[in-house]
C-alpha cells in the first residue's frame, strides 16, 4: 500500500500544536486624529465593566475622561477610519490581572484583527463560545487565563487567524477532536502546548510542513505528542526549515512511519540509534544538515528501506557490510560530502539490493578499494553513480561507461575514455552526464573517422557506427592528460551540450567552426590547452551562453569581431593569457549581463569605451543571504553542476564556485590601452575589483571613482597616469588592497580606509607601502 498524504490541511496544522514558530506582528497607535465609532466606544465600555482590575490596567477607559477611545491604553485604530483593530491587553503579573467574565460586547469591534488576553485569570469559566464568532481576527492570544474545559469547536470559524495561543499550564484545557482545525486555513502558529489531547479523535496519519520558515529547537515540537499521535504518524515532512537541535529518542517511536524528511535544516547531534527501529520507514531524509557521530549500524535493520540521504552532514567513521545487512529494497543511497570510510571485512561481498542511484562523494575509499567488484553486482540496474574525490584509482569498468549519470572527478583513475552512446536503460530521451575531471586519463581526441576506424586511439567525441545525436548534456575532462585536435565533424552530433569543460589538457589546432551546431550550449571551458588561431564567429550561434572561459591558450585575432549582439546571456567573459589583438569595440557593451570580463595579458589597444556603464549586471546589488538561491548550477533531472571559475584579483589568483553568482570583476591589465580612464567605469558601484594595470592610461584618476563602494581591490599600477589622488579615495570602505605605483601622481593620501591590507603608491618617484 503506497503512503498518501491525508488531510493536508489538518495535518500543516496540527503540528504547531506542540510548536512555537516565531511571529513578529508589526503594530502602532501614533497620531490618532479619527475618533472612534461610539458603538465601538461603548462596547469597549461594557467590556471593562464586566471584569475586575486590580492593576487599573483599563483606567484610562473612562468616559468622563478621553473621549476617543483609541487613545485608550492597549486599544489601536485604524488611522483612516477610526475603527478599533487589536486590544492588547495581556497582563505582566498574572496575580494582578483581569478576572471576571469576558462581555460579548466584542461582537461589535467588526474590524478587530488582533486579540491578547493573555496572562489574565478568567477562572472557572471556560472560553466563551462567542469568540468564534470575531471572524475578523487574525491573532488569538488566550495563553495562561485560568480557562478550563473543552476548546469550542467553533474557533474554527476564525478562517482569518494567522496565530492561534492557547497554552496552559494548569492542564485544565481539553479537545475531544481536530476536525475544526481544518477551517483555519491561513494559520501559521499554532501553540496548544500542555493542552489535554487523551480524548482527540481524528489523529493524522500525515505532516507536510516542508519549504516553510520554521525555526527552533526540533525536540520542542515532540515534546507532548501523545502515544496515538507517535503511532499512527506515516508521513513526516519538515524539510527545508530552520529547525536546529539535535534529534530526540521519540523519533525511534514512529513505529507507523513511512518517510520522514528532515532535510535541508541545522540539525545537529548524532542519528539516533533506535531509528533503527522503525521497521516500516521506506524513505529516510537527513540530507543537507550539520549531523555529527558515526552512521548507527542499527540503520542495517530497516528491511523495508527504498532510499537514504544523509549526504552532506559531517558524519565520520567506518561503514562495513554491517550498515547495509538487511537493506534488501534499498535503491537510492546518497551519502555524499560526509568523512566516512568503506571497510569491508569480506572482499568478496555480495550487497542484498538492486541500487538504482549512489553517492559516496568523498568518502575515503582508497587506492586498494574493492568498490568497483561489489559494484558490477548492481550494473543492471545502474542510474546514477557519483564516486568523485573518493581516492579511487586504476582503469574504469567497461559497464561503467554505460551509466546515465556518471562522476568520477578528483581521483587517480587512468587509461583511455572510450565511445560513451546512450546506455539501452528505457531513458533514450533523457540527457547524460559524463564528469571526469582531475584525473590521469590519457590519449588523443580524434580527427577523423579514419582514425576512428583504427582503434588505436581513444574515439570518444567521433563515433561512425551511428548518426544518432548524443544526449550528454554535461561533459567534463577537465584537468587530465587528453592532447590531440577538436574534431571539427563530430561535434554536430553533440548538440545536446550544456556544458563543455576540456580545460587544463593538451589540446592544439583551432575551435572548429562547428562549435556554433552546439545550440544549447551555456558554459564552454577550453582554458588551459594549446589552442590556436581565431575565435571561430559561429559561437554566436550558441545564443545561450552564460561563460566563456578560453585563457591561457595561444588564440590571436581581433578581440570583439566574433562577439556581435547575440550573446545577451554571457555573464563570465575569461579571455586572459592569449594573443589577442585589435580594439575593444562598442560590440562588447551589448554584453550587459557581464559580471566578470577578464581580457587580461593580451595584446589588446585602444580606449576603454565609454558605454562600459551598459554592464547593468555590476550596477545591480547582490545580496549575501541568497547564497543557496544564487548558485549557478546546471540540472539534469535533480542532478546539478555547480558553475566556477577562477580570476586574478587582490595581487592573487582565486577560485569561485559556490559564491560565484556575487563576483563582479574587470581586468584589461597586461595589454596596450591608452587614453583616460573614463568616469562612466566608475558607475558601476557593485564592481569588486578593477584592475588596469600595465597600460599606457593617462590623464587623471577620475573623481568619482569614490562611488565604487563595493571595490575590493584595485590596480591602477605601470600606467602614466598623474594629477592628485583624489580624495573620494576615502570613502571606499570595502577597500583592502589597492596598487597605484609606477605612475606619475602627486599629492597625499591620507585617512586611508580601514579595511584596507595593503596598499603600494608611487609618489615622486618613491615606493611607499602602508600595512594596516
Known amino acids: 500500500m503506497s503512503v498518501s498524504k491525508p488531510h493536508t490541511?489538518?495535518?500543516?496544522?496540527?503540528?504547531?500544536?506542540?510548536?512555537?514558530?516565531?511571529?513578529?506582528?508589526?503594530?502602532?497607535?501614533?497620531?490618532?486624529?479619527?475618533?472612534?465609532?461610539?458603538?465601538?466606544?461603548?462596547?469597549?465600555?461594557?467590556?471593562?465593566?464586566?471584569?475586575?482590575?486590580?492593576?487599573?490596567?483599563?483606567?484610562?477607559?473612562?468616559?468622563?475622561?478621553?473621549?476617543?477611545?483609541?487613545?485608550?491604553?492597549?486599544?489601536?485604530?485604524?488611522?483612516l477610519t477610526g475603527h478599533v483593530i487589536e486590544l492588547h491587553l495581556q497582563s505582566h503579573d498574572r496575580f494582578q490581572g483581569l478576572r471576571g467574565k469576558i462581555n460579548p460586547s466584542l461582537l461589535n469591534l467588526k474590524?478587530?484583527?488582533?486579540?491578547?488576553?493573555?496572562?489574565?485569570?478568567?477562572?472557572?469559566?471556560?472560553?466563551?463560545?462567542?469568540?468564534?464568532?470575531?471572524?475578523?481576527?487574525?491573532?488569538?492570544?488566550?495563553?495562561?487565563?485560568?480557562?478550563?474545559?473543552?476548546?469550542?469547536?467553533?474557533?474554527?470559524?476564525?478562517?482569518?487567524?494567522?496565530?492561534?495561543?492557547?497554552?496552559?499550564n494548569s492542564k485544565s484545557l481539553e479537545v475531544d477532536s481536530l476536525e475544526w482545525l481544518l477551517g483555519l486555513s491561513k494559520l501559521e502558529h499554532l501553540n496548544m502546548n500542555s493542552v489535554n489531547l487523551n480524548k482527540a479523535?481524528?489523529?493524522?496519519?500525515?505532516?507536510?510542513?516542508?519549504?516553510?520558515?520554521?525555526?527552533?529547537?526540533?525536540?520542542?515540537?515532540?515534546?507532548?505528542?501523545?502515544?496515538?499521535?507517535?503511532?499512527?504518524?506515516?508521513?513526516?515532512?519538515?524539510?527545508?526549515?530552520?529547525?536546529?537541535?539535535?534529534?530526540?529518542?521519540?523519533?525511534?517511536?514512529?513505529?507507523?512511519?513511512?518517510?520522514?524528511?528532515?532535510?535541508?535544516?541545522?540539525?545537529?547531534?548524532?542519528?539516533?540509534?533506535?531509528?533503527?527501529?522503525l521497521y516500516s520507514l521506506e524513505f529516510l531524509y537527513l540530507g543537507s544538515n550539520k549531523l555529527t557521530g558515526n552512521l548507527p549500524e542499527s540503520m542495517g535493520q530497516l528491511s523495508h528501506l527504498k532510499a537514504l540521504y544523509i549526504n552532506d552532514n559531517m558524519l565520520e567513521g567506518v561503514v562495513t557490510e554491517t550498515h547495509f545487512a538487511r537493506l534488501s529494497n534499498l535503491t537510492d543511497l546518497y551519502t555524499s560530502r560526509n568523512q566516512l570510510t568503506l571497510k569491508l571485512i569480506n572482499p568478496d561481498w555480495i550487497?542484498?539490493?538492486?541500487?538504482?542511484?549512489?553517492?559516496?562523494?568523498?568518502?575515503?575509499?582508497?587506492?586498494?578499494?574493492?568498490?568497483?567488484?561489489?559494484?558490477?553486482?548492481?550494473?543492471?540496474?545502474?542510474?546514477?553513480i557519483d564516486l568523485s574525490s573518493t581516492g579511487i584509482s586504476g582503469n574504469v569498468p567497461s559497464w561503467f561507461w554505460n551509466i546515465r549519470f556518471l562522476n568520477l572527478s578528483h581521483n587517480q583513475l587512468h587509461g583511455k575514455i572510450p565511445i560513451i552512446n546512450d546506455p539501452e536503460d528505457g531513458f533514450s530521451n533523457s540527457d547524460r552526464l559524463v564528469y571526469l575531471s582531475s584525473n590521469k586519463f590519457s590519449g588523443s581526441l580524434p580527427i577523423n573517422s579514419d582514425r576512428v576506424r583504427s582503434g588505436d586511439i581513444s574515439h570518444f567525441l567521433c563515433d561512425t557506427t551511428t548518426n544518432e545525436t548524443n544526449r550528454l548534456e554535461i561533459l567534463h575532462l577537465g584537468g587530465n592528460n587528453l592532447s590531440g585536435e577538436l574534431p571539427a565533424e563530430c561535434l554536430m552530433k553533440w548538440s545536446s551540450l550544456k556544458v563543455l569543460n576540456l580545460g587544463n589538457n593538451y589540446l592544439f589546432g583551432r575551435i572548429p567552426n562547428s562549435i556554433g551546431f552546439l545550440s544549447s550550449l551555456q558554459s564552454l571551458n577550453l582554458y588551459g590547452n594549446k589552442f590556436s588561431g581565431h575565435v571561430p564567429f559561429s559561437i554566436q550561434n550558441c545564443t545561450l551562453l552564460m561563460k566563456i572561459d578560453l585563457a591561457d591558450n595561444h588564440l590571436d585575432g581581433n578581440i570583439t569581431t566574433w562577439m556581435g549582439t547575440s550573446l545577451s546571456n554571457l555573464r563570465f567573459l575569461i579571455l586572459r593569457s592569449n594573443k589577442l589583438t585589435g580594439e575593444i569595440t562598442s560590440n562588447i557593451c551589448h554584453l550587459n549581463a557581464l559580471q566578470i570580463l577578464d581580457l587580461s595579458d593580451n595584446m589588446v589597444s585602444g580606449t576603454i569605451p565609454k558605454c562600459v556603464d551598459n554592464f547593468t549586471a555590476m550596477v545591480i546589488k547582490r545580496d549575501l543571504s541568497q547564497f543557496y538561491l544564487d548558485e549557478i548550477q546546471y540540472y539534469i533531472f535533480s542532478k546539478g553542476f555547480l558553475e566556477s571559475a577562477s580570476i586574478t584579483t587582490k595581487g592573487s589568483e582565486l577560485y569561485y564556485?559556490?559564491?560565484?553568482?556575487?563576483?563582479?570583476?574587470?581586468?584589461?591589465?597586461?595589454?596596450?590601452?591608452?587614453?583616460?580612464?573614463?568616469?562612466?567605469?566608475?558607475?558601476?558601484?557593485?564592481?569588486?575589483?578593477?584592475?588596469?594595470?600595465?597600460?599606457?592610461?593617462?590623464?587623471?584618476?577620475?573623481?568619482?571613482?569614490?562611488?565604487?563602494?563595493?571595490?575590493?581591490?584595485?590596480?591602477?599600477?605601470?600606467?602614466?597616469?598623474?594629477?592628485?589622488?583624489?580624495?573620494?579615495?576615502?570613502?571606499?570602505s570595502s577597500l583592502n588592497y589597492l596598487n597605484l605605483s609606477c605612475n606619475n601622481l602627486t599629492g597625499k593620501y591620507q585617512n586611508a580606509p580601514n579595511s584596507l591590507a595593503s596598499m603600494s603608491l608611487a609618489l615622486l618617484g618613491t615606493i611607499f607601502v602602508v600595512l594596516h
Open 351 to 384: 550487497p542484498p539490493f538492486k541500487l538504482t542511484n549512489l553517492q559516496l562523494r568523498s568518502w575515503n575509499l582508497g587506492s586498494g578499494s574493492p568498490i568497483f567488484s561489489w559494484l558490477e553486482t548492481q550494473k543492471n540496474n545502474m542510474n546514477f
Open 657 to 732: 564556485d559556490t559564491i560565484l553568482s556575487l563576483v563582479t570583476n574587470i581586468d584589461f591589465s597586461k595589454n596596450n590601452l591608452s587614453g583616460d580612464i573614463p568616469k562612466e567605469i566608475t558607475s558601476l558601484v557593485e564592481l569588486r575589483s578593477l584592475n588596469l594595470s600595465g597600460n599606457h592610461f593617462s590623464g587623471l584618476i577620475p573623481d568619482s571613482i569614490g562611488n565604487t563602494k563595493q571595490l575590493e581591490s584595485l590596480d591602477f599600477s605601470r600606467n602614466s597616469l598623474s594629477g592628485e589622488i583624489p580624495s573620494s579615495f576615502t570613502s571606499m
Open 201 to 277: 479523535t481524528n489523529w493524522a496519519q500525515s505532516l507536510d510542513l516542508g519549504w516553510n520558515k520554521l525555526a527552533g529547537e526540533i525536540s520542542d515540537s515532540f515534546g507532548n505528542m501523545s502515544d496515538c499521535f507517535l503511532g499512527a504518524l506515516e508521513y513526516l515532512d519538515m524539510s527545508h526549515n530552520q529547525l536546529s537541535g539535535n534529534l530526540t529518542h521519540q523519533f525511534g517511536e514512529f513505529k507507523s512511519l513511512r518517510t520522514l524528511d528532515l532535510r535541508r535544516n541545522s540539525l545537529s547531534g548524532v542519528i539516533p540509534n533506535n531509528l533503527g527501529n
Open 9 to 79: 490541511l489538518i495535518t500543516t496544522l496540527f503540528f504547531f500544536l506542540f510548536y512555537s514558530l516565531k511571529l513578529s506582528y508589526s503594530i502602532g497607535n501614533s497620531s490618532k486624529i479619527v475618533a472612534c465609532p461610539e458603538i465601538e466606544k461603548e462596547a469597549l465600555v461594557s467590556f471593562k465593566q464586566s471584569l475586575k482590575d486590580p492593576s487599573n490596567l483599563l483606567s484610562s477607559w473612562n468616559n468622563n475622561g478621553e473621549v476617543n477611545c483609541c487613545n485608550w491604553k492597549g486599544v489601536f485604530c485604524n488611522n
Open 111 to 168: 474590524h478587530l484583527k488582533y486579540l491578547d488576553l493573555s496572562q489574565n485569570r478568567f477562572d472557572e469559566t471556560m472560553i466563551p463560545s462567542f469568540i468564534g464568532s470575531l471572524t475578523s481576527l487574525e491573532y488569538l492570544n488566550l495563553s495562561y487565563t485560568g480557562f478550563y474545559g473543552k476548546i469550542p469547536h467553533n474557533i474554527g470559524n476564525l478562517s482569518n487567524l494567522h496565530t492561534l495561543v492557547l497554552e496552559d
